[in-house]
């Protein structure tokens, strides 16, 4: 006799299945500060990278299985060039690439026996602030329109939570590289002690001219997390001479 299983069991089945899979990889954090947006990667290889650029104003980033996501990369950079060289560079847009990721990743969870183990961003740099988008594509097709910041892969929650408390979408490129580490860091409730040979950083930098797209590494990398260092040590150091001054100000009332 054929063996039978329900189309919900499948489904949660190869759910489960792509969920443990992405998990077992390490945390990705894009994030949104006052000159565009910042992609970090958890990642020690230096030419296996999580994050790319896919367009004039457009990057990609991803955790789970390289190969795989890999493939949509190279995907994706193809569709945006015939799609920019048919009609104008200028209808090549986040959205369009968010959805058609949707639609290969959706195909493959329930056509396919096996799903794809990948979870990706898509993030477009517009020319103000409030133009910037964020679209979050996850293994079975669904796609999240994500406003400040987003972090998958590993232990996203955690990761997510700490960047909820610190997230300032004012914050300088310097303060906000510290907002992820610091979250990337503590993914698994300890610190790690990430340092700049284990990240993959990139920009959406808004005042660079056509593309926008940059990658940060080297000392340009190392200059930034001494200055979100320093930055937040002042910024504690500020905080406890405001509590010492209400406490000398409450002893002196008393």
């Known amino acids: 006799m054929p063996f039978y299983v329900s189309p919900e069991q499948s489904m949660k089945d190869k759910a489960d299945y792509a969920r443990k899979g992405i998990a077992r ?7 949104r500060y006052d000159g565009g947006i910042l992609l970090v990667a958890d990642n020690m290889s230096r030419t296996l990278h999580k994050i790319s650029e896919l367009y004039d104003r457009i990057a990609f980033a991803a955790v789970g299985r390289y190969n795989e996501f890999e493939n ?5 950079v193809k569709f945006a060039d015939v799609r920019g060289y048919a009609y104008d560079r200028r209808d090549v847009n986040g959205r369009m690439l ?12 329930s056509e396919s026996s096996k ?3 990948v979870e990706i961003i898509v993030a477009e740099v517009g020319e103000t602030a409030d133009s910037d988008q964020i679209y979050r594509v996850t293994f079975d097709g669904s796609v999240v329109d994500e406003r400040e910041f987003v972090a998958m892969g590993g232990s996203a929650e955690r990761v997510s939570a ?14 906000a590289l ?9 993914e698994n409730g300890e610190q790690r002690g990430l340092e700049a040979s284990g990240l993959e950083v990139a920009v959406l930098d808004r005042s660079r001219e056509h593309r926008k797209f940059r990658r940060v590494q080297g000392e340009r990398l ?17 905080d406890s001479t405001a509590e010492d001054g209400s406490t000398a100000q409450d002893s002196d009332s008393s």
Do not use: M
């Not at 990889?25 to 994030?31: D, E, I």
């Not at 968010?98 to 969870?109: H, I, K, S």
């Not at 909820?164 to 914050?171: I, L, M, Y």
């Open 222 to 238: 190392n200059h930034l997390i001494e200055e979100g260092k320093a930055a937040t040590e002042s910024a504690s150091g500020d």
């Open 25 to 31: 990889g390490r945390s990705a954090v894009v994030l």
């Open 178 to 186: 510290a907002t992820a580490i610091h979250a990337l860091d503590h």
């Open 98 to 109: 968010a959805n058609a990721y949707a639609q290969t990743l959706g195909a493959v969870f």
């Open 162 to 175: 700490t960047l909820k408390e610190h997230f300032d979408k004012d914050a300088s490129l310097a303060s």
């Open 72 to 76: 949509l990369r190279q995907a994706g």
């Open 115 to 117: 799903p794809w183990e």
